[in-house]
T-cell receptor, first 114, second 111 residues
Framework: EAGVTQSPTHLIKTRGQQATLRCSPISGHTSVYWYQQALGLGLQFLLW???????NRGNFPPRFSGRQFPNYSSELNVNALELEDSALYLC?????????????FGDGTRLSIL | DAKTTQPPSMDCAEGRAANLPCNHS???????VYWYRQIHSQGPQYIIHGLKNNETNEMASLIITEDRKSSTLILPHATLRDTAVYYCIVRVDSGNTPLVFGKGTRLSVIA
């Protein structure tokens, strides 16, 4: 069974640009979660999507947004990039609602802002 | 903030059992205990989770105390590939609660 896949592996942008990160969940999983792991700050929850809807959001500004497609894959968009957005962005998936079920992570997209 | 307390680091000899403790004294009745690990430059890997009873899978065993205020993750025969940061997380059994990661325990397996 294929795990969670994320693309691209690395992404280099400059301040003010926009970045799009992609995630394909494990087959059968309908929930997708996005996390940010910045140096020295640990893993921080960004967004949760289930059945195409945004269900929960972490303490991040509106320039962090995303969507989930009918095939349950997801995009994370970051607008007006700032230097502090440099981080590893991780996607995780789980069965619907995640009740008592684990989230499984991809290996992330490393976003570097110059 | 994370609702768990873990030692910042531990060492373990290769081939020996690694016992990683976690305190979660404010855990609620409907919160599960999850364990993940993160090997350098990779995404977190799910290890095991439990509610009340002890659990075992092919990777590890999870021992939860009767009062559920603490737990121990046991890697029965640690190898060098088990060197990683291990995270203990408590999470309500509801879909809209994200995983809240603390600083975890950095386990170093030594040859």
């Amino acid at each position: 069974e294929a795990g969670v896949t994320q693309s691209p592996t690395h992404l280099i942008k400059t301040r003010g640009q926009q970045a799009t990160l992609r995630c394909s969940p494990i087959s059968g999983h309908t929930s997708v979660y996005w996390y940010q792991q910045a140096l020295g700050l640990g893993l921080q929850f960004l967004l949760w999507y289930d059945e195409g809807e945004e269900r929960n959001r972490g303490n991040f500004p509106p320039r962090f947004s995303g969507r989930q497609f009918p095939n349950y894959s997801s995009e994370l968009n970051v607008n007006a990039l700032e230097l502090e957005d440099s981080a590893l962005y991780l996607c995780a998936s789980s069965y619907r609602g995640g009740r008592g079920r684990a989230q499984h992570f991809g290996d992330g997209t490393r976003l570097s802002i110059l | 903030d994370a609702k768990t307390t873990q030692p910042p680091s531990m060492d373990c000899a290769e081939g020996r059992a690694a016992n990683l403790p976690c305190n979660h004294s404010t855990i609620s009745g409907n919160e599960y205990v999850y364990w993940y690990r993160q090997i350098h430059s990779q995404g977190p890997q799910y290890i095991i989770h439990g509610l009340k009873n002890n659990e075992t899978n092919e990777m590890a065993s999870l021992i939860i105390t009767e009062d559920r205020k603490s737990s121990t993750l046991i890697l029965p025969h640690a190898t060098l590939r088990d060197t990683a940061v291990y995270y203990c997380i408590v999470r309500v059994d509801s879909g809209n609660t994200p995983l809240v990661f603390g600083k975890g325990t950095r386990l170093s397996v030594i040859a």
